[in-house]
């Protein structure tokens, strides 16, 4: 298993798939999701293969009213829910379910792309303490997606620790809870991203200044109080 679809709990991440482009609130993002996991079911046979290419269209027109944060950015339609409850979403094409390793060419990136892809907190070498941690806190996949997607947040973290010399056993162990607190805070704010995954990061965050500039940015005073309360619990 991966972040992507953790080996606990019962979500999985689908931000590459474009779905935080679309102008919507969580419980609209699983609405949508149902009804392209329904459609889906009832429409595309895997041994038909226009039916790939005809529910794709029939999505994209569906969804086209809805608002977009970014035009540039593609939200795909065969994102949907990829077991019977409901639960963990995915590529509704992916070749696990086909059993046809090029049946993601009916999809807009088609299939080396979508294969090949590998976001950046699933690249990190903490990629199964996030996954861990993510899995244990998120309500739902859409939840789940928007914390494991938001690679520049993550990376601001790490290098915060790293700034202030406190070990990555400490992090996930000794502060755990107080990182739940962080990133719950930290999803009151996410619905305003486009959270792809595969965002560019400008920032090196160099500094402990430019940090405290992003996250006040990001989270507002909340940071200070929280950066506080780790210094405080760390006095070393």
């Not at 963990?88 to 060419?105: A, E, L, V, Y």
């Not at 892809?117 to 997606?145: I, P, R, T």
Request: aromatic share 14%; net charge negative; glycine share 4%.
């Amino acid at each position: 298993m991966s972040l992507c679809h953790p080996g606990i709990g019962n979500v999985s991440c689908g931000a590459c798939c474009g779905l935080f482009n679309l102008k919507l609130q969580p419980k609209e993002f699983k609405t949508l999701l149902l009804e392209r996991t329904e459609e889906f079911k009832t429409t595309v046979n895997f041994e038909v293969r226009h039916s790939f290419p005809i529910f794709r269209k029939n999505r994209e027109t569906k969804e086209a009213h809805i608002q977009k944060k970014d035009d540039m950015t593609y939200n795909c339609p065969f994102l949907g829910y990829v077991d019977l409850n409901n639960g963990r979403i995915g590529c509704m094409i992916h070749p696990i379910f086909t059993g046809d390793p090029k049946s993601q060419n009916f999809s807009f990136y088609g299939a080396s792309i979508c294969q090949a892809y590998d976001c950046k907190n699933k690249e990190s070498f903490l990629a199964d303490h996030w996954e861990s941690l993510f899995a244990e806190m998120a309500k739902d996949s859409v939840e789940y997606s928007f914390l494991s997607a938001d690679h520049i947040f993550v990376t601001a973290l790490e290098k915060f620790f790293q700034l202030e010399l406190l070990s990555m056993e400490i992090l996930f162990q000794d502060l755990r809870l107080e990182l739940m607190d962080l990133f719950r805070s930290r999803l009151t704010t996410s619905n305003e991203k486009n959270f792809t995954s595969f965002e560019i990061n400008y920032e090196s965050f160099s500094d402990k200044n430019s940090l405290d500039d992003y996250f006040l940015n990001e989270i507002g005073e909340f940071w200070i109080e929280w950066r506080e309360l780790i210094r405080k619990k760390n006095p070393g």
